[in-house]
C-alpha cells in the first residue's frame, strides 16, 4: 500500500477540501487517469490540486509523479493539501492519524520528551511525518485551526509557511528501523537501538558540560557539532573526549540535526568547584534524590480529532531542579 493511501484511510476516506475546508472539485470526467503519485486507477484531480504553481522542486520531486502523467487519486490529493498535516508531527495507521507535540502545550510548561515518542511508534504498517519547518513557523501553535475531516474551525488557518511532508512519506514495516519523513527534503531509516545507545551517551556528553556550570540550552546546541562549549571544566575535557569519538561517527548522517533537535536538554544542576565538588546555594534544602525527582513529561499524542489526549508512554527520568551558581575566587 502507498503511504498517501495508508493516511488517507486512517483520515477516514474524506473527500479532498481546499485549506478553507470546501471540497475540492473533480477533473472532467474525460481527463481522468491513473494516478500519477500512487498509480491508483482513480485520478480524478489534476496537478494544480496537488502543488501550487509556485512550487519549488526538491531532491525527492520524483516522488509526486513515478508513475507519470498530471491526474491525481483523492489519498495524493489529501496528503498534498491538507494543512493540518503540516502543523504538527503524527503518526498514521489504518485507522487513525495521531498528533504530537514537540513543543510545551503551555507557555512555560516543560518540554515535551519527543524522543520518546519518536522510538516508540504505533505496530505496523504505520507512516510517521515530522514537519520541521511548519512547526517552526507556528504550526503546532495553531494546528487545531487548521481544518480536518468532521472539523471545521471557526477561525481557520489557511495559510502556513510549510513544507510538503505526507506526499513524500514511505511506509513502515517495522517498530525496530523504519523511514522517518522530515519536511519535504530529508528522509532515512531510524534505527531504534542505536538511537537509544546513542541517547545515553549524548546525555553523559551534555551533563559533562551541565555540572560544569554550562546552562543546559548551550550544552544541548554544542551537540550538533560536538565541540566543548565554552566554560567546561578539564576534569570534564577528558570524559568528553572519549564520548565524543564514539558520538562522532554520526554527525555526517542526515538524522544527526534530527537526533540533536529531539534529545532532551538536562536540568541545571549543581556546579562543580575547582576540586571536584559540587556547589549549590547557601542553606539549601537537601538535595532531592532520583527517586524523588518528578518524571519529564512525554509528547503528548493527540487523536485526530483532537479531542482526545494520549500518552507515549512514561519513562524515569530528572525533574526540573534549581540551584544557584556561584563564581570561582
Not at 495524493?76 to 498535516?85: D, G, M, S, W
Not at 510517521?128 to 507556528?138: D, R, T
Request: charged share 25%; hydrophobic share 35%.
Amino acid at each position: 500500500m502507498h503511504a498517501t493511501r495508508l493516511i488517507w484511510e486512517g483520515a477516514g476516506s474524506p473527500v479532498p477540501f481546499d485549506y478553507e475546508s470546501n471540497p475540492i472539485p473533480k477533473a472532467k470526467e474525460k481527463l481522468w487517469g491513473k494516478c500519477a503519485c500512487c498509480g491508483s486507477p482513480d485520478g480524478h484531480w489534476g496537478i494544480k490540486d496537488v502543488i501550487s504553481s509556485n512550487f519549488v522542486q526538491v531532491k525527492n520531486d520524483s516522488r509526486i509523479s513515478p508513475y507519470g502523467g498530471n491526474m491525481y487519486c483523492a489519498a495524493c490529493v489529501f496528503c498534498a493539501r491538507t494543512l493540518r498535516l503540516r502543523c504538527c508531527s503524527w503518526f498514521a495507521t489504518r485507522d487513525e492519524i495521531r498528533f504530537w507535540m514537540t513543543r510545551p502545550l503551555e507557555k512555560g510548561g516543560d518540554r515535551p520528551d519527543v524522543l520518546e515518542t519518536l522510538l516508540n511508534p504505533p505496530d505496523p504498517p504505520f507512516v510517521v511525518g515530522i514537519p520541521l519547518y511548519g512547526i517552526s513557523h507556528g504550526g503546532e501553535a495553531h494546528w487545531k485551526r487548521a481544518p480536518w475531516p468532521g472539523d471545521k474551525p471557526d477561525d481557520v488557518l489557511s495559510r502556513l509557511q510549510s513544507k510538503h511532508v505526507a506526499i513524500y512519506s514511505r511506509v513502515a514495516l517495522s517498530r525496530d528501523r523504519f523511514p522517518v519523513q522530515v519536511n519535504d527534503d530529508v528522509d532515512f531509516v531510524l534505527d531504534v537501538a542505536l538511537w537509544k545507545e546513542l541517547r545515553l551517551l549524548a546525555s553523559d556528553w551534555m551533563r559533562c558540560a551541565v555540572e560544569s556550570g554550562v546552562p543546559p540550552y548551550p550544552s544541548k546546541k554544542a551537540l550538533l557539532t560536538l565541540n566543548a562549549p565554552s566554560g567546561v571544566r578539564s576534569s570534564r575535557l577528558v570524559e568528553m573526549a572519549t564520548l565524543t569519538r564514539q558520538l562522532r561517527q554520526h554527525i555526517d548522517a542526515q538524522w544527526w540535526p534530527v537526533f540533536c533537535e529531539f534529545i532532551p536538554a538536562l536540568p541545571e544542576m549543581p556546579r562543580e568547584n575547582k576540586s571536584g565538588n559540587k556547589t549549590a546555594k547557601r542553606n539549601q534544602e537537601p538535595t532531592v534524590t532520583s527517586r524523588e525527582r518528578k518524571s519529564p513529561a512525554p509528547s503528548p499524542v493527540l487523536s485526530d480529532t483532537g479531542n482526545r489526549t494520549k500518552h507515549a508512554g512514561k519513562r524515569d527520568g530528572s525533574g526540573q531542579v534549581q540551584f544557584a551558581l556561584f563564581r570561582d575566587f
